[in-house]
Structures are given as C-alpha cells and as structure tokens.
C-alpha cells in the first residue's frame, strides 16, 4: 500500500565532481598494538589529502569494519560527499565497488589509509594522465622497488615513443623515508636495491617514471573499471592489480615527491612534512 507520492520523487541528486578522491579506510580497534596509534595516521592521511590538493573534488570514504570512535570522527567531523560503512570485505573489494560506483567521466585520486599529501599534490598527477597517451594510473610518490614488477608494457611503449634516462635516480631520503615507514633498515636497503635501476621517460617535454603504486594513485575510473578486480581477502597480494593497471596502459609516476606513506605512527620526520 502507498499513500501519496514520495516527495522526493522529481528533485535530482547532489551531483559529485568530475575529481573525486577515494580512501579505503580500515581501524578494527585502537586498542591492538599495531592499531593504537593508526587513529592519528587516518586522521592525518584524510585531512592532508583534502586540505593539500587545491583543487575542487568530491571525497569519499569506504571504511571496512572500522571502530566507533574512528566511524564516528569520519561521518561527524570530516564529513565526506559519501561514506560507505561496510563490515570489513577487504581492501581490493572495497575499491574496486567504490571506483565502480564512480560516474562515467570521473577522475579518481585512490589512498590507502596510510599516505601522507603535502602541497598542490594532485594537479602534477593530473597533468601527467592528460599529457601522456593511455595513462592507467599516475603515482605521486614513485619507490624503487616499485619497477621491479608490472611496467612491461608501459616500458615497451616508452622504448618506442620516448626518450629513456636510466639510473638510480630516486633521492635516497625518498627511499629512506619509504624504508622506515614499513620498517625497513635503510642501510639494508642500499644494498637490496644495487642493482636496480630507476626508469625516466620524457615524452613531448613531459617527464615521468615509468612505474605507479597501487598504495595511491590518479586515473580515469572508467578507463580502470574493465580491469579492477575482487578477491576474498583482507589483505591480499597488490600485484595482481598492478599487472592489471599495466594491461590497461601506462602506469607512471611524478618526477618530484607529492605524498609519501607514513606507516602505523606518526614519528618524528612524518610530523615534519605534515
């Protein structure tokens, strides 16, 4: 039985703007050794995230499974364009419904939970997915190791149509920094990468690294949809995705650093770029 008409019937939706950026979200508790201190690095991640871009965009969070009191900051406090409050279904899941979701001519900016922005971060993303020809996806923090796996097809296309500087060429307080937020001896780390070489393409006057981070990246939703993928895990292997991003077109990165990850703390050099 119906009486009357819904009087929402014939108004039209808030409409999202064309950049809209996408957290996956995830704080079980603060209570867990791991979690305790990962309410502040949320926190961090979201609002440097917004108040850093500089340029007009839609947020929207998926938080899987996350406590109340982190629930409770995020919808009353921060207050996204769209939260979706889900029991935990993973983060690959969780991002591939949320990009899916996105309109048709949409620009997604995806974060994990755990990055840092610092200023004007997106535009320089933006500008290499509009210069460059098939763009996939567009990191602002290109990491060493990163090339190791999944830009067979974006080095391929380079070979042809750029030119390619080959070297370490990553600043080694990059890699520092990359080292210590996952808990890494940096020291060690010189000598585990000694034989990696770091890819720069330069394409019309145009530079980037030829490689991406599944941890944050910038892309045309609908140009990824057809490759996003879900898997029944918490945290699954990210590789997958990245060889998927790699099939799609290029994977590249910004030559200077916009975002770095912080980890599961907020230590003393984090607090210095915040």
Known sequence: MRTGQNPNRTKGANQLEQAVFLVVTHLPNVEDHYHKDRLEVIQLCLNSMRHNANYPHSFMVWDNGSCNEFRSWMQYEFRP??????????????????????????????SDDDILYFGDWFLPQLEILEHFPNVSVVTGYPVRTSFRWANENTVKWAEKNADIERGQLIPREWENDFCESIGRDPDWHVGYTKDDVDLLATYEGKQAYLTSHHCQFVAYADRIKPYLQYDNMAMGDERPFDYAMDEAGLRLATVERYARHIGNKIDEKVKEYA
């Not at 364009?81 to 690959?92: C, E, I, P, Q």
Request: aromatic share 4%; no cysteine.
């Open 81 to 110: 364009d769209v939260a979706v409050l889900s029991h935990n279904v993973g983060k690959t899941t969780a991002r591939t419904n949320a990009i899916k979701m996105l309109p048709p001519d949409s620009i997604v900016a995806y």
